[in-house]
């Protein structure tokens, strides 16, 4: 099966297939819970489990950071969006110029994501699929097997769902609604 968005003789930039049962039970989980909860899931899986990522290949370049912490001012009604998305367009900038290594590169998109589930819900869908390669990326390197990569995903499929269900409001009023074609 093809797990990943391009063919073997590329680097995967993203995790494609989300039918696996443990993603679809994550993006149903994440469909249950509003705006707030998912930015603040994604916000802080981010700095504890992506941003390691970045900060071990690119330590100087505090781009990714500057995004985190803006969505967490915008979070808190201290900054604007448009200082918070000019912010977040330096993260994504900061993924393309580490366009030679998948680890870093996929943690600062996981980031750019996460940190713009403050404008949109469907961003959330970025932490699984980019968060999830940078993982693999940085324990597996680029060379895994396809088992090893399913193993891998699915380990961090799971810590996702866990860190989700640990803030998940019960009956959540408004539920998001998550456009998984993203």
């Not at 003789?9 to 039918?19: C, F, I, P, Q």
């Not at 930015?39 to 489990?49: G, V």
């Not at 699984?128 to 995903?153: F, H, P």
Request: aromatic share 8%.
């Amino acid at each position: 099966t093809q797990l990943l968005e391009r063919d073997m003789s590329k680097t995967r930039k993203m995790l494609s297939n989300l039918d696996t049962p443990c993603i679809q039970s994550l993006i149903n989980l994440m469909e249950m819970q509003k705006k707030l909860t998912l930015a603040t899931w994604a916000l802080e899986y981010s700095q504890q489990y992506i941003l390691p990522i970045w900060n071990k290949y690119y330590p100087d370049d505090l781009r990714p950071q500057n995004a985190l912490n803006a969505a967490w001012k915008w979070l808190l009604g201290t900054i604007k969006f448009p200082e918070a998305k000019t912010a977040i367009l330096q993260c994504h900038k900061a993924a393309l110029e580490a366009d030679k290594n998948p680890a870093a590169q996929a943690a600062a998109r996981a980031i750019g994501h996460s940190a713009s589930t403050i404008h949109s819900t469907r961003h959330s869908m970025g932490l699984i699929q980019y968060g999830s390669m940078a993982i693999v990326y940085d324990r597996l390197g680029t060379n895994a097997n396809w088992e090893e990569i399913a193993r891998c995903v699915e380990t961090e499929c799971r810590r996702m769902s866990d860190t989700l269900r640990a803030i998940a409001i019960k009956n959540s009023p408004n539920p998001t609604k998550i456009n998984k074609e993203y």
